[in-house]
């Protein structure tokens, strides 16, 4: 698997994902319609060009979602049971069609489970970092892993 297991994470350990992803128009536009999410400042440039931005923003959920879609390789792929909770998510600067997002992830810390044997608990902090360097989307996660196989 290229996915962890829990006794493999250290914390305070940080991951910088060697994959990349430029946004286009297409993702937020799909993702936009596949979610419902009609909002014109994701769809509609005439609308955006009239906003502080001038240009359609991506919708925030994509960001989210790619941000940690981007980790997954890496960290959980194969080796989790489930996502557990995000919280403290932010989106400190937009994102518009043609960014290209990287991504970084640290290990903020880790238990085993009080409930289930040979299965613990990973905190991650992800960012989203576009081309400028600038942070996009940051978010905690808590992620249910398996513990090694004996």
């Known amino acids: 698997m290229a996915g962890l297991y829990y006794e493999e994470f250290i914390e305070g350990h940080t991951f910088r994902h060697a994959v990349t992803r430029t946004v286009t128009e297409m993702d937020n536009v799909l993702f936009s319609s596949l979610t419902l999410n009609a909002q014109p400042l994701h769809l509609d440039a005439e609308f955006a060009a009239r906003t502080e931005f001038g240009r359609p923003l991506v919708n925030s959920l994509f960001t989210l979602g790619l941000v940690v879609g981007i980790s997954v390789t890496d960290t959980t792929l194969g080796t989790t049971i489930a996502n557990l909770g995000m919280s403290e998510i932010s989106f400190p600067k937009p994102v518009f069609h043609g960014d290209t997002l990287r991504?970084?992830?640290t290990v903020i810390?880790?238990?085993l489970s009080k409930s289930r044997p040979?299965?613990?608990?990973?905190?991650f902090e992800h960012r989203g970092i576009n081309q400028r360097g600038e942070i996009v989307c940051r978010l905690r996660r808590n992620a249910f892993m398996h513990c090694k196989p004996e």
Not at 118 to 123: F, P, Q, T
């Open 103 to 105: 991504v970084e992830t």
């Open 109 to 111: 810390s880790r238990r």
């Open 118 to 123: 040979k299965a613990g608990i990973v905190e």
